[in-house]
């Protein structure tokens, strides 16, 4: 079995800065991890490996010092590495992001066997958007399970796989057919530990890098900015509110008495809220 993994090098979200014209995340200079979501997704791919044999191809678009996240990977046991690197790629939104990452597992598939699945975290914490999975999926022809808390059982030689995947709803079992993609929710397994084989193995292996142009990428109007029309009007942090919290003290006081309490205070800051509930209860 063959397994792709996509992971991304994302900044310190502790230490995020944004390039005041272009409104673009400026990694120069900022620490950077994996994607802590992808780590759960790497995981998963690792154990089904173990399970019923394969290799685990790690995969990421990005500057070349993403090389330092692939390494990272293969300390965990990833079994190679590929970086999509190339200066057209620089500015992608999740639309360009997720061509990109297609074409290069589509190069993948040629090189080294198609994959059975493709994982993904569920979102990463620079862009929170949960649109790159779905969109590789979407652009591969491959069935998706999103939000994915669990693989119930995977026959291979069957070709099908089970999932429980979590909803608004509650839990979802799912079953398909391969070769499929997942997104893997957080909490979902235990990120285990490199071993001292593996993370000497990293240390050595040689990284796969491609190109635009080796990944079989023609349409450069497809890639980066040019082929991103999502466009960031602002990004700013929010201003603290100088206001303080008003506490209510419970002693001695029954339900009722706390609730009338908090609804005269919610009306004390808030009149107009008051009269608009007095006339809509007036009709």
């Given at each position: 079995?063959?397994?792709?993994?996509?992971?991304?090098?994302v900044?310190d979200s502790a230490q995020?800065?944004?390039h005041?014209?272009t409104n673009?995340?400026m990694?120069?200079?900022?620490?950077?991890?994996?994607?802590?979501y992808?780590?759960?997704?790497?995981e998963?791919?690792?154990?089904?490996?173990?399970?019923?044999g394969?290799e685990?191809?790690?995969?990421?678009?990005?500057?070349?010092?993403?090389?330092d996240?692939?390494?990272?990977a293969?300390?965990?046991g990833?079994?190679?590495?590929v970086?999509?690197?190339?200066?057209?790629?620089a500015g992608?939104?999740t639309?360009?992001?997720?061509?990109a990452l297609?074409?290069?597992?589509?190069?993948i598939?040629e090189t080294?066997?198609?994959?059975?699945?493709?994982?993904?975290g569920?979102?990463?914490?620079?862009?929170d958007?949960?649109q790159?999975g779905?969109?590789?999926?979407?652009?591969?022809?491959?069935?998706?399970?999103?939000?994915?808390a669990?693989?119930?059982?995977?026959?291979?030689?069957?070709r099908?796989?089970?999932?429980?995947?979590?909803?608004e709803g509650g839990?979802?079992m799912?079953?398909?057919r391969?070769p499929c993609l997942i997104t893997m929710?957080?909490?979902?397994?235990?990120?285990?530990?490199?071993?001292l084989d593996d993370?000497?193995r990293?240390a050595r292996s040689?990284?796969?890098?491609?190109?635009?142009?080796?990944?079989?990428?023609?349409d450069?109007?497809?890639c980066?900015l040019?082929?991103s029309p999502t466009?960031v009007?602002r990004?700013?942090?929010p201003?603290?509110?100088?206001?303080?919290?008003?506490?209510?003290?419970?002693?001695?006081?029954?339900?009722h008495?706390l609730?009338?309490?908090?609804?005269?205070?919610?009306f004390?800051?808030?009149?107009?809220?008051?009269?608009?509930l007095?006339f809509?209860?007036?009709q």
């Open positions: 079995m063959h397994i792709v993994i996509c992971i991304k090098q900044p995020i800065r944004v005041p014209v673009t995340i990694r120069q200079g900022v620490p950077t991890i994996i994607n802590p992808d780590l759960f997704a790497l998963e791919a690792l154990k089904l490996r173990g399970a019923h394969g685990v191809t790690v995969l990421t678009m990005g500057p070349p010092m993403a090389e996240a692939l390494r990272k293969l300390t965990y990833a079994d190679r590495a970086l999509l690197t190339d200066r057209c790629f992608s939104d639309l360009a992001t997720s061509f297609s074409r290069a597992i589509v190069r598939a080294f066997g198609a994959p059975d699945i493709v994982f993904a569920k979102q990463t914490i620079d862009g958007t949960a790159v779905p969109g590789i999926a979407k652009r591969l022809g491959l069935l998706q399970f999103t939000y994915v669990k693989i119930d059982s995977i026959d291979v030689d069957a099908e796989i089970t999932v429980k995947r979590r909803s839990t979802q799912l079953k398909s391969l929710l957080e909490g979902t397994n235990e990120i285990r530990r490199g071993s993370a000497m990293a040689q990284i796969v890098k491609w190109s635009a142009a080796e990944a079989g990428i023609e450069l109007n497809k980066g040019r082929g466009v009007k990004v700013f942090a201003t603290t509110k100088a206001e303080k919290a008003t506490q209510i003290d419970m002693t001695d006081k029954t339900q008495d609730a009338d309490e908090l609804i005269a205070a919610i004390t800051r808030q009149p107009a809220l008051e009269h608009e007095a809509d209860g007036g």
